[in-house]
């Protein structure tokens, strides 16, 4: 059965940090280029961070470049995003997903949502004093 799991979220306090981590079952997870989204209440899917499958270039959203780092384990067969100096504009469900490399793609592929599948059932990050 192919699968992804979110995991990791929580209640952190702003300045805080968290790491999530997105495992795949049933594929091999070092084929894909994976994405994390975030929808927060009342709002579309927002693209947060990906890195590619052939030389784990990463991409990030502006709202959060410089606090947010994505990296892979290939042996444990998941995705890490460590986010650090959370803010309350952070507070979203978090979710992970796939895609194929497009090789002379940027951003606006990688963190599209519409170009990824085999999404995860998400993890709340509640960030809050």
């Known amino acids: 059965q192919v699968q992804l799991v979110e995991s990791g979220g929580g209640l952190v306090q702003p300045g805080g940090s968290l790491r999530l981590s997105c495992a795949a079952s049933?594929?091999?997870?070092?084929?894909?280029?994976v994405g994390w989204f975030r929808q927060a209440p009342g709002k579309g899917r927002e693209g947060v961070s990906c890195i590619t499958s052939s030389d784990n270039t990463t991409y990030y959203a502006d709202s959060v470049k410089g606090r947010f780092t994505i990296s892979r384990d290939n042996n444990k067969n998941t995705v890490y995003l460590q986010m650090n100096l959370l803010k309350p504009e952070d507070t979203a469900v978090y979710f992970c997903a796939t895609t194929r490399d497009q090789a002379y793609y940027g951003a606006t592929y990688y963190l599209n949502e519409m170009y990824f599948n085999s999404w995860g059932q998400g993890t709340q990050v509640t960030v809050s004093s």
């Open positions: 049933g594929f091999t997870l070092e084929y894909y280029a």
